[in-house]
Nanobody, 118 residues
Framework: VQLVESGGGLVQPGGSLRLSCEAS????????MDWYRQAQGKQRELVAS????????RYEDSVKCLFTISRDRAKNTMYLQMSRLQPVDTAIYYC????????????WGQGTQVTVTS
């Protein structure tokens, strides 16, 4: 499984961005996907998750009602719609695929920078 993120950039506080994560390869083996972020000097943290079979979603407490994770089956793409962004949301955002192919495996995208500043 290969992942490519896009959609990051510079945004003012209170603004919105939508990140995309396009998957390719053994897509049928993917059972869940996640968005993580890593701020400078901090550990990578899980932001949101979505399951493939049921589209069940989960969010880290600080982003509930602000971020929305979704996916487009036809485009093999996962999204993270982020609203009311604040400087604390500044980080590199990564998507991750969890899949089973002879064993449980994970794949990561290359990351996309989100910078929230006035």
């Amino acid at each position: 499984v290969q992942l490519v993120e896009s959609g990051g950039g510079l945004v003012q506080p209170g603004g919105s961005l939508r990140l995309s994560c396009e998957a390719s390869g053994s897509i049928s083996s993917v059972y869940a996907m996640d968005w993580y972020r890593q701020a400078q000097g901090k550990q990578r943290e899980l932001v949101a998750s979505i399951t493939i079979r049921t589209d069940t979603t989960r969010y880290e407490d600080s982003v509930k009602c602000l971020f929305t994770i979704s996916r487009d089956r036809a485009k093999n793409t996962m999204y993270l719609q982020m609203s009311r962004l604040q400087p604390v949301d500044t980080a590199i955002y990564y998507c991750k695929a969890n899949y089973y192919l002879d064993a449980f495996r994970t794949a990561w995208g290359q990351g996309t920078q989100v910078t929230v500043t006035s």
